[in-house]
């Protein structure tokens, strides 16, 4: 049994699409372990994106995800990464397929929507951060 880490980012709370993106996950059989709507401060929001210190997106994508409350959930079941990983999409929505989440609803490279842990590794990291 696998967790993950998801943050739905600030424009789904502004489109009103917690729930239809919730309920994509709740069909596919991942259960949601924690969840909690919060406004993450810069310090947290840069450790959570640490990785990215020094890229050129870097300070762009600080201030998209404290520019208003996000819904972070732990979720798990059997290879939960990868799954979750599938069904959100390319980070790029430009490519993001049709049926992905990013595919489906989001148009911005910067403005994703949603967040997603990229291995077991960062799941742990992330869920660290949060919870
Ligand atoms: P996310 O899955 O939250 O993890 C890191 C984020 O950085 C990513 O989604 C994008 O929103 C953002 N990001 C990654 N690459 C770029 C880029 N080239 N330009 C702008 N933002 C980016």
Same mark, same amino acid.
Not at 53 to 70: A, N, R
Not at 79 to 89: A, F
């Given at each position: @049994?696998?967790?993950?880490?998801?943050?739905?980012?600030?424009?789904?709370?502004?489109?009103?699409? &917690?729930?239809?993106?919730?309920?994509?996950?709740?069909?596919?059989?991942?259960?949601?372990?924690?969840?909690?709507? !919060?406004?993450? !401060?810069?310090?947290?929001? &840069?450790?959570?994106?640490?990785?990215?210190?020094?890229?050129?997106?870097?300070?762009?994508?600080?201030?998209?995800?404290?520019?208003?409350?996000?819904?972070? @959930?732990?979720?798990?079941?059997?290879?939960?990464?990868?799954?979750?990983?599938?069904?959100?999409?390319? !980070?790029?929505? *430009?490519? &993001?397929?049709?049926?992905?989440?990013?595919?489906?609803? &989001? !148009?911005?490279?910067?403005?994703?929507?949603?967040?997603?842990?990229?291995?077991?590794?960062?799941? *742990?990291?992330?869920?660290?951060?949060?919870?």
């Amino acid at each position: @049994m696998q967790r993950s880490l998801i943050i739905l980012k600030p424009e789904v709370l502004r489109r009103g699409l &917690a729930g239809e993106i919730m309920a994509r996950f709740e069909r596919r059989g991942i259960r949601i372990d924690e969840m909690k709507l !919060t406004t993450l !401060t810069p310090e947290i929001a &840069a450790h959570h994106y640490q990785d990215h210190i020094g890229k050129p997106f870097f300070q762009s994508l600080i201030d998209y995800i404290i520019s208003g409350p996000v819904v972070v @959930m732990i979720v798990s079941g059997d290879d939960v990464v990868s799954i979750v990983r599938l069904m959100v999409g390319s !980070t790029n929505p *430009a490519v &993001a397929l049709p049926g992905t989440i990013r595919g489906d609803y &989001a !148009t911005s490279i910067s403005e994703n929507i949603i967040h997603a842990s990229d291995s077991i590794e960062s799941a *742990a990291r992330e869920i660290a951060i949060f919870f």
